[in-house]
Nanobody, 120 residues
Framework: QVDLVESGGGLVQAGGSLRLSCAAT????????MGWYRQPPGKQRELVAS???????DYAESVKGRFTVSRDNAKNTMYLQMNSLKVEDTDVYHC??????????????WGQGTQVTVSS
């Protein structure tokens, strides 16, 4: 069984910082692309940030310069450092990962989500 376990969410004032973690646990051969997603009220789910196994990153325009995604491949863990948080960043943040349980077999997994609340 494979799980994605998020942590690090919470309540912070605007301008503050939080660091989210997403750990992939279980009988895993390797982890490919990983990403953080959120779904603002009334909008479609959006990719906040993504990172490949080689470390290439991509960000939503709304978070560029404020958020930094990173990963520790030895720990199968991804991080999201969120600085200069805004009220509009309030959401449940879900991590997702493309995981190889064995060579050549890829499956997408999602975490349960962690709540980030930014107060004004």
């Amino acid at each position: 069984q494979v799980d994605l376990v998020e942590s690090g969410g919470g309540l912070v004032q605007a301008g503050g910082s939080l660091r989210l973690s997403c750990a992939a646990t279980g009988n895993i051969h390797s982890v490919n692309d990983m990403g953080w997603y959120r779904q603002p009220p009334g909008k479609q789910r959006e990719l906040v940030a993504s990172i490949t196994s080689g470390g290439d990153t991509d960000y939503a325009e709304s978070v560029k310069g404020r958020f930094t995604v990173s990963r520790d491949n030895a720990k199968n863990t991804m991080y999201l450092q969120m600085n200069s948080l805004k009220v509009e960043d309030t959401d449940v943040y879900h991590c997702a990962a493309e995981i190889q349980l064995r060579p050549g077999v890829l499956t997408d997994y999602w975490g349960q989500g962690t709540q980030v609340t930014v107060s004004s």
